[in-house]
C-alpha cells in the first residue's frame, strides 16, 4: 500500500482580474507601493488586467494585498 501526501502550497501569485474605472489611479498606485516599480510599469500592469501583479508571496501577504485591492473596487484573487 502506497500513502501520497500532497505538500501544502506555500508560495503564491496575486492576479488582478479588474477593476473599477473610477478607482484607476488609486489602483496603479496601490500596485506601485507593493511591487517598487515605477509609475509607468505599476500602469501598465493595472491595464493588462487580468494578470499577476506580484508573483511569489506567502500566502499571509497575497490575502493583504488581495485585501487592499478589494478595498479599491478591484477584483484580485491568490493563484
Do not use: D, Q, Y
Amino acid at each position: 500500500m502506497r500513502v501520497v501526501i500532497k505538500a501544502e502550497k506555500t508560495v503564491f501569485n496575486v492576479r488582478l482580474e479588474s477593476f473599477e474605472a473610477c478607482s484607476k489611479i488609486k489602483t496603479i498606485k496601490e500596485v506601485r507601493s507593493f511591487t517598487g516599480v515605477t509609475l509607468m510599469e505599476a500602469k501598465n500592469l493595472v491595464e493588462k488586467a487580468p494578470w499577476v501583479v506580484k508573483a511569489r508571496v506567502s500566502k499571509a501577504e497575497g490575502e493583504e494585498i488581495v485585501e487592499k485591492l478589494k478595498a479599491l473596487g478591484a477584483t484580485a484573487v491568490l493563484v
